[in-house]
């Protein structure tokens, strides 16, 4: 099927629900409510749809693009309220626009922005369980912040990825890393105090945020220290990821600023 009409869509969604954004066998996934909520909306026309990244199962995005390809042009805003009458409540649409044929979102430069918002101490309330990660043990937050600012610039991320393929490229570069009070997700369920861990890079190795929060929680329990972090990103790192990975539903896509 040639398509001769092309449109990036920014959309947001809960994924709490769902097994990530990639399609799979006998899983519930982003990708695939997506596509059945545009065959209420299109009907007998044809379209295809990509995303612009994978995203592991429970997480969420504030911001998220999906390209379509279609055979006919939409009037843009009688589109968007279709999608939004047929999306369930865990997904909204926010905007379209149309793009070049050759555009292709998932190679366009962009930066992306992820959150990972975690409390520690008291139990949180159940309701906040699809946003927040809660860590039983006291956590020493200051040491914490010290310790994510180390992330940020070129290092060598080995130890912040699995199962990485041969062309992987390991020498990276992370705009910004920091731990600071949460002001952003706020709701009367959530504990008095909580933090969020914000990371802004071109681009990230697999479960490399969720790694990287997963060693953040041993600095703050003590099991870690600011040296071991440094010598983690060093190119002479014993390349051996490491092994505690944070749960995946306090992670976020929280921006992505994507060059048209």
């Not at 009907?43 to 199962?57: H, L, Q, S, V």
């Not at 909204?92 to 190679?107: E, K, P």
Request: charged share 25%; proline share 3%.
């Amino acid at each position: 099927m040639k398509y001769s009409v092309s449109y990036v869509v920014c959309i947001q969604f809960l994924g709490f629900r769902f097994s990530g954004w990639q399609k799979q066998k006998n899983a519930k996934t982003l990708h695939d409510m997506v596509d059945k909520t545009l065959s209420f909306v299109f009907e007998d026309k044809n379209y295809k749809t990509i995303g612009i990244g994978r995203t592991d199962a429970k997480v969420s995005a504030n911001t998220y693009y999906i390209q379509m390809f279609t055979e006919v042009l939409v009037d843009e805003v009688t589109f968007i309220k279709s999608l939004n009458s047929n999306f369930s409540p865990d997904f909204r649409a926010l905007s379209i626009r149309r793009v070049d044929r050759g555009f292709n979102v998932i190679n366009a430069p962009k930066i992306k922005e992820y959150h990972y918002y975690f409390s520690f101490g008291e139990k949180n309330h159940p309701f906040a369980a699809p946003f927040l990660v809660n860590v039983a043990e006291n956590l020493d937050v200051n040491l914490m912040m010290k310790a994510a600012n180390l992330f940020a610039g070129e290092h060598y991320f080995h130890k912040y990825c699995t199962k990485p393929s041969e062309n992987t490229i390991f020498k990276r570069v992370i705009n910004s890393c920091e731990i600071v009070e949460n002001d952003i997700l706020r709701a009367n369920f959530f504990p008095e105090k909580s933090y969020v861990l914000k990371v802004r890079g071109k681009g990230f190795l697999r479960y490399q945020i969720r790694l990287i929060m997963a060693t953040l929680f041993e600095v703050g329990k003590g099991n870690l220290d600011l040296t071991f972090i440094e010598d983690s990103l060093k190119e002479g790192n014993d390349r051996k990821f490491m092994r505690n990975n944070a749960p995946s539903s306090g992670l976020q896509l929280f921006n992505v600023e994507l060059e048209f």
